[in-house]
């Protein structure tokens, strides 16, 4: 055997190596590809149905979407109506009530029922109610109390 023969013989000897290392590798990733396909059909056969429900769910929600904003709206309306009322009744009723208010207690004023001497005005001092000739003497000792003494 010459060089040449025994050099051929090793490329021939890797060259069947690496074909057979290429063959495995390729009847594993046929493997791999057999088990992508069957998870992927499994998914669609499950996400279909999934995906169906999901449209009905969102379809329906959004029904009920605008029914709560036809609601909403007619809430608003009839908020702006009372509103109006309100303010209808206020200025209707509101001045010429307080006018016969004011005049009622003039009347009674006048008639002598409400000519009574006024109770005394109170005062709080220091969390009690004090009456008006008492006042100024509590007062002027609570300020000797908070300045230590004297006035």
């Known amino acids: 055997m010459s060089g040449g023969e025994v050099a051929g013989l090793l490329v021939a000897v890797f060259w069947a190596i690496l074909v057979s290392f290429l ?11 057999r088990a992508a396909t069957k998870l992927v059909s499994g998914v ?8 169906t429900e999901a449209s009905a769910t969102v379809r329906s929600a959004q029904s ?3 029914r709560v904003d036809a609601i909403a709206a007619d809430v608003q309306e009839v908020t ?13 009723f509101g001045g010429p009530l307080v006018k016969v208010a004011a005049f009622g207690y003039g ?6 029922r409400g000519s ?6 109170r ?4 969390g009690r ?7 100024s003497a509590r007062v002027r000792r609570a300020g000797r109390d908070v300045r230590g003494g004297k006035d």
């Open 23 to 33: 063959a495995v590798v390729l009847a594993r990733l046929a493997q791999t590809l």
């Open 44 to 51: 669609t056969e499950q996400a279909v149905p999934l995906l």
């Open 64 to 66: 009920r979407l605008d």
């Open 80 to 92: 702006a109506n009372a509103s109006a009322l309100s303010s209808t009744v206020s200025t209707a």
């Open 107 to 112: 009347v009674r004023r006048a008639l002598g």
């Open 116 to 121: 009574e001497e006024p109770r005394p005005k």
């Open 123 to 126: 005062t709080v001092v220091r």
């Open 129 to 135: 109610s004090v009456p008006a000739a008492r006042r």
